[in-house]
């Protein structure tokens, strides 16, 4: 069987890490194009944020994880098709942290949450993008915002 070829018209299409294009190139083509337009939505909002950096794209708990390792200046997000569902996927936070508590609070009703931790998707529903791009740079803002709160 020959192997896929991710495509995505996303300016993050190339993968500097070959074991996370391999996680993505498992994914079912719905979900994968899902997860790729979330990953595109991750880059673009980090390069919108003064002080958060060069973005690591890794894997973590074998999730395509998105970490801030030169400014250490956000909670690690990850993202992930939801095993048990065929059309669902989400993005996951740290859950020792506020910021799912945080999202309910400013969009109680936009999200499907999963208790601290996540909010999920499914692939028949546009993403929200402009709520979930302040989510994320709230994620990757955190520990800055922890920093000056002290």
Request: proline share 6%.
């Amino acid at each position: 069987m020959p192997a896929k070829k991710l495509k995505t018209n996303t300016g993050h299409s190339r993968f500097t890490n070959p074991k996370v294009a391999e996680v993505f190139k498992e994914y079912p083509d719905a979900v994968r194009e899902k997860l790729l337009l979330l990953r595109e939505l991750i880059f673009e909002t980090a390069g919108s944020i003064d002080g958060v950096g060069n973005l690591e794209e890794t894997l973590k708990w074998g999730q395509p994880s998105y970490l801030t390792p030169v400014t250490k200046s956000g909670s690690t997000i990850r993202i992930d098709k939801i095993p048990a569902e065929e059309n669902r996927y989400a993005i996951f936070f740290h859950c020792q942290t506020n910021l799912v508590s945080t999202f309910r609070e400013l969009f109680p009703k936009r999200f499907d949450f999963e208790g601290d931790r996540a909010i999920r998707f499914n692939v028949k529903d546009p993403l929200p993008k402009k709520e979930l791009s302040v989510c994320i740079s709230l994620a990757l803002t955190y520990h800055l915002d922890k920093r000056k709160k002290k």
